[in-house]
């Protein structure tokens, strides 16, 4: 349990350190938004969005109210102003400070894979979600980013999407459905690739790490270069989609 909040803080900061700049990086999240969103109801009383980095733009959905939780206090005082309506709260996905049965929507775009523990991100969106309530999710799963390797950069393990399944599966959904989905982004640059990852907060580590300076980046623009195709260095995610109904 140590570990698992030191990492949670460890994020906290980093994504409270690019709340600044986020929307200039977001470019799959912005993919994944639009995809989501049009799964998304109209009319909704209270809405959920959890881990909501700079804040989303739901007013063509009228909600009555929207929630917006996320682990790191530098996004939320971005989102703040932007959408001053939204009630904010600085919290865990895997440990929400909501009642049972508050909220009619659970929406959440590319935040959840950072929770150590996905039974318990699973099991407090049941628990949150009123009866007929439902669930929107993307999140990034195992597969993603192959580029990295090419380019000797580590990167994080992703859930893989069944052992995904399995944990939102464990509960008793009226209607459950999962797909992934494949996603590429382009980028006229190496710098503007990886911004989109360490923009949006997100770390990269060198797998060599006596590579440093000028020759270390030089490798790494050759190695990138090598990647390219008509539309740019491509980046390449698969992305995970949850849509269920309480």
């Not at 503007?192 to 270390?216: N, P």
Request: aromatic letters at 8%; a neutral charge.
């Amino acid at each position: 349990m140590r570990a698992e909040l030191n990492t949670d803080h460890a994020v906290a900061q980093r994504f409270s350190h690019a709340a600044s700049h986020y929307q200039q990086h977001n470019v799959i999240q912005r993919q994944t938004q639009q995809q989501l969103l049009q799964s998304l109801p109209t009319a909704v009383a209270r809405l959920l969005d959890v881990g909501a980095g700079p804040g989303t733009d739901f007013s063509q959905y009228q909600p009555q109210q929207v929630i917006a939780v996320d682990i790191a206090s530098g996004m939320l005082q971005q989102l703040q102003q932007q959408y001053a309506d939204y009630q904010v709260m600085c919290a865990d996905a895997q440990q929400l400070p909501l009642s049972s049965a508050s909220v009619d929507s659970y929406y959440s775009n590319l935040a959840l894979q950072w929770c150590a523990d996905m039974s318990l991100v699973a099991h407090e969106a049941y628990r949150v979600l009123r009866p007929q309530g439902q669930l929107l999710i993307a999140l990034v799963v195992a597969g993603s980013l192959p580029e990295l390797d090419d380019l000797a950069l580590n990167k994080r393990q992703f859930i893989d999407e069944h052992q995904l399944q399995a944990a939102f599966a464990a509960l008793p959904w009226q209607q459950l459905h999962c797909e992934t989905i494949r996603h590429q982004c382009h980028f006229a640059d190496l710098r503007q690739l990886l911004y989109s990852i360490k923009g949006v907060g997100a770390s990269l580590t060198a797998q060599q790490q006596g590579l440093k300076g000028k020759q270390h980046w030089l490798a790494l623009q050759a190695r990138a270069e090598a990647l390219r195709q008509a539309a740019g260095i491509p980046l390449s995610y698969r992305v995970a989609y949850l849509r269920a109904m309480k």
